[in-house]
């Protein structure tokens, strides 16, 4: 991992992120989920002005709570909406998949290298090589600017939303950092004070069921998500809702049909080989295709201005091992060639409007 930022004290513009003036400056982005109502006021246990990092946000209306705690804004009650909708949908499995000890490495790189093992030469490749179907596109598709508030959901621990903040100067920009999980939402604020990112908002919340004021927020990233969550036109519904007019989506997904083929096409091998057969891969609760992904995206209001569908070669990892990289490229590069994109794109990221 590449040097940290230095702790700085806080400056014009700027606030404590272990105090309560920050909560103050997110306040009007938020809104009430029970009534809907978008007046909320922000208090402490007792009722009275928030004197520490830890109050409540209250309704003025139906007089619902929300807890903010160290700065994290609390709307994990809206969770319990998707009990029953869909049995196969697990949040907390996403734990997993990033380490314990993430607050000490962010980039893609890093988690290929202590997560699964690659050499740090074939994780730098291997990332370098991918970010072009995902991050990449991501981050252009927004072109992150001052003064902009971004809403980066289902953010994980935060790569996404601290890249973006890195594209601007820092002045004015906000981006709310989105996850169903605590323990996301945990590194998220942990590397959040480390780093004084004082554009960082971590809200603990549900995809479809946002507690963001209508047509506040500027750009929405939503990576890696939709083909999880239980019903993916409600989440578009109110990603449209909260987006101001000609503001940006990008979303990215993993596309169904490749990625079965690859498993076929992998198991068969292996069998071949005679090795044991394993398990599928499986990328997703609820599969999708990227003209649904598209068709759902429409149907809530977008514009859809681009479909950019990515190769991805799944055995990247092989030829930069035993390769040099500018042949291991130059091989992969052949391969996306050949194959037909339409059949073996496995990575997905779609631009869209709002009119």
Not at 139 to 168: H, Q, V, W
Not at 175 to 199: F, T, W
Not at 278 to 292: C, H, I, R, S
Request: hydrophobic share 35%.
């Amino acid at each position: 991992m590449g040097q940290r930022m230095r702790h700085e004290q806080p400056g014009p513009g700027k606030t404590d992120v272990t105090g309560s003036n920050i909560t103050m400056d997110a306040l009007p982005l938020f809104k009430c989920g029970k009534c809907l109502n978008p007046s909320l006021e922000i208090l402490d246990s007792g009722g009275n002005e928030p004197k520490d990092k830890d109050s409540i946000l209250k309704c003025k209306r139906c007089s619902a709570q929300y807890p903010v705690n160290d700065g994290i804004y609390d709307f994990s009650a809206s969770l319990q909406n998707h009990k029953g909708q869909n049995p196969s949908w697990n949040p907390s499995e996403f734990v997993s998949l990033i380490p314990e000890n993430c607050s000490l490495y962010y980039s893609h790189a890093e988690w290929l290298e202590k997560k699964l093992g690659y050499s740090k030469r074939v994780a730098r490749l291997v990332s370098r090589y991918e970010s072009r179907f995902t991050k990449d596109l991501l981050i252009n598709s927004i072109r992150p600017f001052d003064n902009m508030t971004i809403m980066d959901i289902g953010c994980g621990a935060g790569y996404l939303s601290f890249e973006l903040l890195k594209k601007t100067s820092h002045k004015g920009t906000r981006v709310i950092c989105l996850d169903c999980l605590p323990e996301h939402i945990a590194m998220v604020n942990a590397r959040r004070k480390e780093e004084s990112q004082y554009g960082i908002i971590p809200v603990i919340g549900s995809a479809d069921n946002l507690h963001i004021q209508d047509e506040s927020i500027d750009a929405i990233i939503c990576s890696e998500v939709m083909e999880h969550v239980p019903d993916p036109g409600r989440c578009a519904s109110e990603m449209f809702r909260v987006l101001k007019k000609g503001g940006i989506l990008a979303v990215s997904t993993p596309n169904q049909r490749p990625y079965e083929r690859y498993n076929t096409i992998r198991l068969r091998l292996r069998a071949f080989l005679g090795r044991p057969r394993g398990v599928a891969e499986d990328f997703f609760d609820n599969p999708l295709e990227y003209t649904e992904v598209a068709a759902c995206l429409a149907r809530a209001g977008f514009n859809v201005r681009e479909v950019s569908l990515g190769l991805k070669v799944p055995f990247a990892r092989r030829f930069f091992m035993y390769f040099p990289a500018v042949v291991a490229n130059s091989v992969i590069r052949v391969l996306e060639t050949l194959l037909p994109e339409k059949k073996f794109a496995v990575s997905v990221m779609i631009r869209a409007e709002k009119r």
